[in-house]
């Protein structure tokens, strides 16, 4: 009798876990679905309670993915859609748009290596999340982000449909490994730890504020914060070179954009006090784009939070970033308004 009522309750508790009776119907469409990253990003996302419809897009491949990620018994209906035809029909009301699409590093490469591919798809997308969905969050993954995001904003801006409170370059990743790295150097539980990144997606550009991670420790010396802070800049170097060939971060990418993402739905939804870092519009530095803290709420981006106290290896690696990251941003700018 125990055993059922406990079964029972553990049933009842499993029910109300995964309940979507009072969340909203939220249309989440990834973009590049097929893919590293947008296979398991498919999985995450149906697993999220918060989403009522996902949406498939790729070139190929997602007719399979969707039919896959389709079986699993949770809330969110799933299509798949394939091809440019199909693009505005997997768009169509979507409140928030994850592109992952595009191609990934490989050994040797920098991320704007990958500018002159990734660089038209995402001007290509854009342009049909303008025509197709202009009020969804956009979450940008697609490498180089430094310049992937500025590209978005142009082809918005062109659209009329620019709202800097909806676009979202995806630095998740950065963070998490600066709390996996912070919690395995400082010794302390990994789930307790906050640790901010600021500034872009690429090399020198991210930059982990370990002088604010949580819980703070005296354990760590400069040696130790300059290599911590080394090995977050080099994380994605780190999975691409152990792939030998075989692409970049696609599982710990595919948990990094599912945190967005649901951050995003949580702050549509209107949950309080919903913050992360994303590389977002900006008036935090001279930069027209940047990534820092940034409280997320029913429009998208309620307020970028600013730097807070800063040690003086981070004041240094500020102002050695800017330029790197200023030529990014132009970059993007540039192309997006040429081709
Ligand atoms: P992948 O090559 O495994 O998958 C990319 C997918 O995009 C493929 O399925 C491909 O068919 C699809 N695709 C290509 N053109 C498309 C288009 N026009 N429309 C829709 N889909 C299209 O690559 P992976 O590993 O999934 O990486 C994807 C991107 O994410 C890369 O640019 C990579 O650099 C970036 N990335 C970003 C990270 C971040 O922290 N923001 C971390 C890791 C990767």
Redesign the pocket.
């Known amino acids: 009798m125990r055993s059922f009522l406990l079964r029972s309750a553990l049933k009842r508790g499993a029910i109300r876990s995964f309940s979507s009776e009072s969340a909203p119907e939220r249309k989440v469409a990834i973009?590049?679905a097929?893919?590293?990253?947008?296979q398991p990003l498919a999985l995450l996302m149906k697993l999220n309670p918060l989403v009522s419809t996902l949406s498939l897009?790729?070139?190929?491949?997602t007719p399979g993915v969707a039919a896959d990620v389709s079986h699993i018994n949770t809330r969110a209906q799933v299509a798949g859609f394939v091809g440019d035809d199909q693009l505005g029909d997997a768009l169509k009301g979507a409140d928030v748009v994850i592109i992952?699409?595009?191609?990934?590093?490989k050994p040797g490469m920098t991320?704007d290596d990958?500018f002159n591919i990734?660089a038209g798809?995402v001007k290509?997308?854009c342009t049909a999340i303008a025509k197709h969905c202009p009020g969804a969050l956009v979450n940008m993954?697609?490498?180089p982000?430094n310049s992937t995001v500025p590209i978005a904003a142009e082809v918005f801006k062109k659209a009329g449909t620019y709202d800097e409170k909806k676009l979202f370059g995806?630095t998740t990743?950065d963070v998490v490994r600066a709390k996996t790295f912070y919690a395995g150097k400082a010794k302390v539980p990994v789930e307790s730890v906050n640790v901010p990144v600021v500034g872009g997606?690429a090399g020198i550009t991210i930059l982990p504020l370990f002088s604010q991670a949580t819980p703070a420790t005296n354990a760590l010396g400069a040696e130790d914060i300059t290599a911590l802070t080394k090995r977050t800049q080099d994380g994605?170097t780190e999975v691409v070179e152990a792939k030998a060939g075989k692409?970049?971060?696609?599982l710990s990418?595919a948990y990094a954009g599912a945190v967005f993402a649901d951050a995003c739905l949580k702050g549509l939804n209107g949950v309080p006090d919903v913050v992360e870092c994303s590389f977002v519009q900006s008036t935090v530095t001279e930069l027209p784009f940047f990534a820092s803290k940034v409280r997320l709420g029913k429009n998208g981006v309620e307020e970028v939070l600013g730097l807070g106290p800063l040690s003086d290896f981070e004041k240094e690696g500020l102002e050695a970033l800017k330029p790197e990251l200023k030529a990014s941003i132009e970059k993007g700018i540039k192309f997006a308004n040429e081709n």
């Open positions: 973009l590049g097929a893919g590293g990253i947008g897009y790729d070139i190929m491949g992952p699409a595009g191609v990934p590093r991320r990958l990734n798809i290509g997308l993954i697609s490498n982000v995806v990743l997606h994605g692409g970049s971060a696609t990418m």
